[in-house]
């Protein structure tokens, strides 16, 4: 007997796309405003400001143990700090929102190549296949926008810094991470990242902001359906199913984040990179579709 998973966890993968692959032409626009810490800092202080009422309402279960408490909270530095603030650096660098998603986009292959060791997941030959396809996909895009512009090479060894933070930080969540509260395990996390991020401005930048319309919208979608949203539903995903098939996603990540930079920040995307978002959609599919299970 198999058991239905709800609707929020099937329409999770499409939903979370769209939130993370929106976010990297969201912040880009946002460091025209602010610097990469500053910016950081700001809004993890803002998320934690909307999450202050309700833990004070809900008063959701704290972590049980010490280990379970830094758990969450390394979690939080890998993902918040090493991943968004190298990511950062490197978009203030001058690499493309599409650049630093290509990069990031190879977290499926380190993820399978490390789960078996590191969670116990045993990736199937149809799934490598999937992976395979998926990072064909990827270097079509990468191929492809190679004619458009070359990247600040020291911006894509941060872009490299930052997959290394993400790959991480989800199995180390997927080893050791406990079903935590929603609200408990982002404010941990965040208050890790403002614990981080906030020195490092206040040592080596100006804390200017330009604040406008625009700076604004940006900082609602970032701390509301980058920080707040996605990475909520990133969490759960990783919890309620297989590593290497929720990393999957991030495959579609490169051609997704161009179609927001597009009209964002006007970083053309080349006909050749729409074969690119072909072949790595058929790898996630092949990647995410779970095994029928055997009679008997």
């Given at each position: 007997?198999?058991?239905?998973?709800?609707?929020?966890l099937i329409?999770?993968?499409?939903?979370?796309?769209?939130?993370?692959?929106?976010?990297?032409?969201?912040?880009?626009?946002?460091?025209?405003?602010?610097?990469?810490?500053?910016?950081?800092?700001?809004?993890?202080?803002?998320?934690?400001?909307?999450?202050?009422?309700?833990?004070?309402?809900?008063?959701?279960?704290?972590?049980?143990?010490?280990?379970?408490?830094?758990?969450?909270?390394?979690?939080?530095?890998?993902?918040?700090?090493?991943?968004?603030?190298?990511?950062?650096?490197?978009?203030?660098?001058?690499?493309?929102?599409?650049?630093?998603?290509?990069?990031?986009?190879?977290?499926?292959?380190?993820?399978?190549?490390?789960?078996?060791?590191f969670v116990?997941?045993?990736?199937?030959?149809?799934?490598?296949?999937?992976?395979?396809?998926?990072?064909?996909?990827?270097?079509?895009?990468?191929?492809?926008?190679?004619?458009?512009?070359?990247?600040?090479?020291?911006?894509?060894?941060?872009?490299?810094?930052?997959?290394?933070?993400?790959?991480?930080?989800?199995?180390?969540?997927?080893?050791?991470?406990?079903?935590?509260?929603?609200?408990?395990?982002?404010?941990?996390?965040?208050?890790?990242?403002?614990?981080?991020?906030?020195?490092?401005?206040?040592?080596?930048?100006?804390?200017?902001?330009?604040?406008?319309?625009?700076?604004?919208?940006?900082?609602?979608y970032l701390?509301?359906?980058?920080?707040?949203?996605?990475?909520?539903?990133?969490?759960?995903?990783?919890?309620?199913?297989?590593?290497?098939?929720?990393?999957?996603?991030?495959?579609?990540?490169?051609?997704?984040?161009?179609?927001?930079?597009?009209?964002?920040?006007?970083?053309?995307?080349?006909?050749?990179?729409?074969?690119?978002?072909?072949?790595?959609?058929?790898?996630?599919?092949?990647?995410?579709?779970?095994?029928?299970?055997?009679?008997?």
């Open positions: 007997m198999t058991s239905q998973r709800p609707l929020w329409a999770a993968p499409a939903v979370f796309l769209v939130l993370w692959s929106a976010g990297f032409a969201v912040a880009k626009l946002g460091l025209t405003h602010a610097e990469p810490m500053t910016l950081l800092a700001l809004r993890y202080c803002l998320v934690l400001a909307v999450l202050l009422p309700f833990v004070l309402i809900l008063r959701p279960p704290m972590p049980a143990s010490l280990r379970a408490w830094v758990d969450v909270a390394v979690v939080g530095f890998l993902i918040q700090v090493g991943y968004f603030g190298l990511c950062y650096l490197a978009f203030k660098s001058g690499v493309s929102a599409a650049g630093v998603a290509i990069v990031v986009c190879l977290q499926p292959i380190l993820v399978a190549l490390i789960a078996p060791r116990g997941e045993i990736v199937s030959r149809r799934a490598w296949a999937g992976l395979g396809l998926g990072l064909a996909g990827a270097l079509v895009v990468i191929l492809a926008r190679a004619q458009i512009q070359a990247e600040n090479p020291w911006g894509l060894l941060a872009a490299v810094g930052g997959l290394i933070g993400i790959t991480a930080g989800t199995l180390y969540e997927k080893r050791f991470g406990i079903s935590q509260h929603p609200v408990t395990s982002n404010m941990i996390q965040y208050a890790v990242g403002a614990g981080f991020t906030l020195p490092l401005a206040l040592m080596t930048e100006s804390l200017a902001i330009s604040w406008d319309a625009e700076f604004i919208a940006v900082m609602a701390v509301v359906g980058n920080s707040l949203l996605a990475m909520s539903l990133l969490l759960a995903m990783i919890r309620a199913g297989e590593v290497s098939r929720v990393s999957a996603l991030f495959y579609l990540v490169p051609a997704m984040s161009a179609l927001f930079a597009w009209p964002l920040l006007g970083e053309a995307m080349p006909p050749l990179a729409w074969a690119g978002l072909a072949l790595a959609g058929a790898g996630v599919a092949m990647v995410s579709r779970k095994p029928k299970p055997k009679a008997g």
